[in-house]
């Protein structure tokens, strides 16, 4: 099969989206398919390709260092053409996406639609507060737009983002829960190294008898990192070694390091970290927390889950098929149940050690082989339906081309 990805989010741009897309097409590729990326130029502005990769330009949007596109050469258009694609995923509704859409119209190549971003919750970056209602009416038509008029059939990772487009956006048509994978083995601790698990440690100031509760993610306001903070010296008046790892970096991380001032030695930052040693951070916990209420899926649970650590995270849709309470972790509705469930963790290693088993096994059925089986199970489906529609649409100008000559 000849399939082609178009994503705004691609490495070396680092998200969960971009993530989540390089690992589907290793697995793809794993299975002996041909995949082609369609993405944004992330350095320059001017147009790019190799290795079945067109890199076109793009505008930053104001939104972490994210650019969108709505240039489209016709020297990609020729080489998208030379591809043969057997079947269009994007992975984006606008910029690349709406390309996505021009291509797969003009082409006649079934479109199959990953939905990865609840952007309701993001319009404050480009509203700064004005105007937020209207915006998110905006984001609304327009997701609807692309999702429903032009997506043959509609991918989602959660019922979270299911019950968005068939309770509140009404759309008929297939959609299909497939919850994203990730290469679980790059965060076993046995394939990782560990004198430079140890390193890391050492440069952290983590000592041996240190309880970690650890959060993974982009330090911004729809992440709730505050309530993290905020709870931390109740942990720390309790026990001196308890402390708050938080890994990553984003709009908000001066004003958080500048908040835990007063518990900086039980608040550790790390600031942003490369793809590659992100196993080795995760590898530090002993559990993985996060309040953030707008996740599709979370796939930063998964991950942690991978490495045998349990998850403390607020009850929200998205997490309800993956974190189970009292098998691998605990979800919270408010700060007293939060603080509870985390004494619970940290005065009972049993119950820890027990839990984190658990987490471990519940991962497998978010391998990337997994993932990518449902998703080439989409494929088929959508070809299948688009070969019947090209077939009766011929038999039909033949039947009004017979009665006309008639």
Not at 108 to 122: C, F, G, K, Q, S
Not at 163 to 177: A, S
Not at 242 to 257: E, F, M, W
Not at 312 to 338: A, H, P
Request: glycine share 6%; net charge positive.
């Amino acid at each position: 099969m000849r399939i082609g990805i178009f994503t705004d989010t691609y490495p070396p741009y680092i998200n969960g989206v971009s993530t989540s897309i390089q690992m589907l097409e290793r697995a793809l590729k794993k299975r002996g398919h041909q995949v082609f990326i369609v993405t944004v130029n992330p350095e320059k502005m001017k147009y790019k390709y190799e290795k079945n990769i067109i890199r076109i330009p793009g505008i930053p949007t104001g939104i972490y260092d994210y650019r969108l596109t709505g240039i489209y050469p016709v020297r990609a258009i020729k080489t998208i053409k030379r591809w043969n694609l057997d079947v269009i995923h994007s992975h984006t509704e606008f910029g690349i996406g709406t390309f996505a859409r021009i291509i797969a119209k003009q082409l006649n190549i079934p479109l199959v639609h990953t939905y990865h971003t609840m952007y309701e919750d993001y319009v404050h970056y480009i509203t700064k507060g004005y105007f937020d209602g209207t915006s998110k009416k905006i984001v609304e038509h327009l997701t609807k737009f692309y999702c429903d008029k032009t997506a043959k059939e509609l991918i989602v990772p959660t019922k979270k983002a299911y019950d968005l487009f068939i309770e509140k956006y009404k759309v008929d048509k297939n959609v299909h829960i497939i919850p994203t994978g990730i290469e679980i083995e790059r965060f076993f601790k046995e394939n990782l190294k560990i004198e430079k698990l140890e390193k890391i440690k050492k440069d952290l100031k983590i000592k041996k008898d240190d309880f970690i509760i650890l959060f993974v993610g982009r330090l911004a306001q729809e992440k709730n990192v505050d309530f993290l903070l905020d709870n931390q010296e109740y942990f720390v008046n309790k026990k001196k070694n308890v402390k708050l790892l938080i890994v990553g970096s984003g709009p908000d991380y001066d004003k958080y390091v500048k908040k835990s001032e007063k518990l900086k030695e039980n608040i550790i930052f790390t600031g942003k970290i490369s793809h590659n040693n992100i196993p080795y951070y995760y590898n530090l916990g002993n559990v993985f927390v996060t309040a953030s209420t707008t996740e599709t899926q979370g796939l930063t649970l998964i991950e942690a889950m991978s490495t045998g650590m349990p998850v403390v995270c607020i009850d929200d849709e998205s997490f309800k098929n993956t974190v189970i309470n009292g098998l691998n972790g605990f979800t919270f509705k408010n700060k007293k149940e939060y603080r509870k469930e985390l004494d619970e963790l940290i005065e009972n290693p049993t119950l820890l050690k027990k839990l984190g088993n658990q987490a471990k096994i519940s991962t497998a059925e978010f391998s990337s082989k997994y993932y990518a089986e449902r998703v080439l199970d989409v494929y088929k489906k959508t070809i299948s339906e688009n070969k019947r529609s090209k077939s009766f649409l011929g038999r039909t100008k033949d039947v009004i081309k017979k009665g006309l000559s008639e």
